[in-house]
């Protein structure tokens, strides 16, 4: 005879049973379900509502040689009466703009995405990272060669191919790949401490490189801006295009290989 306790036992069993397949990497051994200490960082819409917004008044105003255009070249001239990059001062700060520097985030990247794929036995993490590159190259340097802008070096802001300053690709960078490192954390429960580092950097290694860049008179307040919006905006292109199209095509390939 089944009893009410038996069924609600089964229910239990069962229960268990899905959350640990929900659980289990693509092509690996069952897990328990990860530990989330803070979210995967995915934009909400309106803040990416937001991000086209910015990035397209501001480029627009600068093409026009707007008030943004005048404030930037003020700024330029205190940071420029500062001098950091002649003075003990400037690798101190120099090396606030790593956080956003392509090799020392890649060289965290690696490291990352090694360990998912000895512990999980998935590419996953690697797509998504390559996809992020790939959709930075050729986004920011596109805004780069389209717009040409000068970099505060240049005596003034000029617009001409031969400028290469707008947006930044270090703070776009810092964005996208902490936000990315963050997102892979998460998902595969990383230990606490991971979760949390993740996403200290993905909000203050934008904002650190952003102000270390402008501080050195290495870019314009509004190329800090712009790149941060950029990265923001290519953040949710690639969380968009992984439920849309790699997460899937993982599944597929494990399912094929377990067949």
């Known amino acids: 005879m089944i009893t009410n306790r038996s069924r609600s036992r089964y ?8 959350v640990q397949r929900a659980a289990e ?3 690996g051994p069952p ?7 803070i979210g995967t960082g995915r934009p909400p819409w309106w803040l990416l509502a937001v991000a086209a917004v910015v990035t397209t008044a501001v480029t627009v105003e600068l093409l026009t040689r707007g008030w943004l255009e005048r404030m930037d070249l003020r700024v330029s001239e205190v940071v420029s009466s500062w001098d950091l990059r002649h003075s003990d001062g400037y690798w101190p700060v120099w090396v606030f703009t790593q956080a956003g520097g392509r090799g020392f985030i ?9 360990w998912l794929w000895w512990r999980e036995r998935t590419v996953l993490p690697l797509l998504r990272v390559v996809l992020a590159l790939v ?16 970099a505060p070096a240049y005596p003034g802001s000029f ?3 031969d400028g290469a300053s707008y947006p930044s690709g270090h703070v776009a960078n810092a964005v996208l790949m902490w936000g990315v490192a963050r997102w892979q954390a998460v998902q595969f429960g990383l230990p606490d401490r991971v979760q949390r580092a993740t996403w200290v950097l993905s909000l ?8 270390a860049m402008v501080a050195l008179d290495f870019h ?3 190329d800090a801006v712009v790149g941060g919006a950029v990265g923001l905006l290519l953040l949710g292109v690639v969380h968009l295009l992984d439920a849309v199209l790699v997460s899937r095509w993982a599944r597929a390939r494990a399912g094929r290989r377990q067949a």
């Open 11 to 18: 229910r239990d069993v069962v229960a268990s049973g899905a």
């Open 25 to 27: 990497p693509f092509g």
């Open 31 to 37: 897990l328990s379900a990860p530990a989330r200490v």
């Open 106 to 114: 890649l060289i965290v990247l690696a490291g990352l995405v090694g």
């Open 135 to 150: 959709l930075l190259t050729a986004v920011v340097y596109a805004f780069k060669w389209g717009t040409g802008r000068t």
């Open 159 to 161: 617009f001409h191919r």
């Open 204 to 211: 203050l290694g934008p904002v650190a490189t952003g102000v």
């Open 220 to 222: 314009w307040v509004t």
